[in-house]
């Protein structure tokens, strides 16, 4: 089960979702109010070990700038977020090592999701990263073979019922293992640490990678 802990805001946060064995960290770029400067990102990627992906979030940005940021701070993929097109989410994968294409829940995009080439799709909720929960019957719109990552709503108390059901390649959560009230968005330990046992011992055992190896992508989907 590929854990994707984002939002992050400070390297103290990086260095917590390491040390509880996140798989992948997430540095939004795109307007929020977790939104990193490039040049932070890169310093704190520096310090991460090097099998934690390293995740620049996007959201409409020009593919030309996406790039620029995602190799000028080191990042290892992208994540674009918004209306993307295939041949701009192609654009970029053809310049970074990987890309996660994210699209809103019951968008008819999803169902041309081949198009886009991206290493996997991510859903989210119709109105994507405000942290809200959408009916996850929606994620059977996702074309078979594709990776698929469950994002909205999920919080440590949900997400091993998000992932007996929908079956998600992977989870991403950002809001709901922050701090209560936090307005950077600070990472609460407790949280983090549950949410992500809570998702792994919800997966099938055969799902679960070799933690002292980088995560491997290359597996079938």
Not at 19 to 43: E, K, N, W, Y
Not at 69 to 80: E, H
Not at 117 to 127: C, F, K, T
Not at 192 to 203: D, E
Request: proline share 8%; with cysteine; net charge negative.
């Amino acid at each position: 089960m590929f854990v994707k802990i984002c939002g992050i805001t400070s390297e103290e946060d990086a260095l917590l979702a390491v040390a509880m064995d996140a798989d992948a960290v997430g540095f939004i770029f795109a307007p929020s109010t977790r939104q990193m400067a490039p040049v932070l990102a890169r310093d704190i990627a520096r310090r991460l070990p090097p099998e934690v992906l390293t995740v620049g979030v996007f959201r409409d940005e020009a593919p030309e700038r996406v790039v620029e940021i995602v190799n000028t701070a080191g990042l290892r993929a992208a994540q674009l977020h918004g209306h993307e097109t295939p041949e701009a989410t192609h654009y970029v994968r053809q310049r970074v090592p990987m890309v996660i294409k994210g699209f809103a829940a019951g968008a008819r995009d999803i169902e041309t999701a081949d198009d886009f080439g991206a290493d996997a799709v991510l859903v989210d909720a119709p109105v994507p990263g405000r942290g809200e929960l959408f009916d996850w019957s929606l994620t059977d719109m996702v074309p078979a073979g594709h990776r698929m990552i469950l994002a909205g709503g999920l919080t440590p108390e949900n997400v091993a019922d998000a992932v007996d059901r929908v079956r998600p390649w992977g989870v991403d959560v950002a809001s709901g293992v922050e701090i209560d009230g936090s307005p950077s968005g600070r990472k609460d330990p407790r949280k983090v640490r549950t949410f992500i046992a809570n998702a792994r011992a919800a997966a099938p055992a055969e799902w679960v990678p070799d933690r002292d190896a980088p995560y491997d992508w290359s597996d079938d989907a």
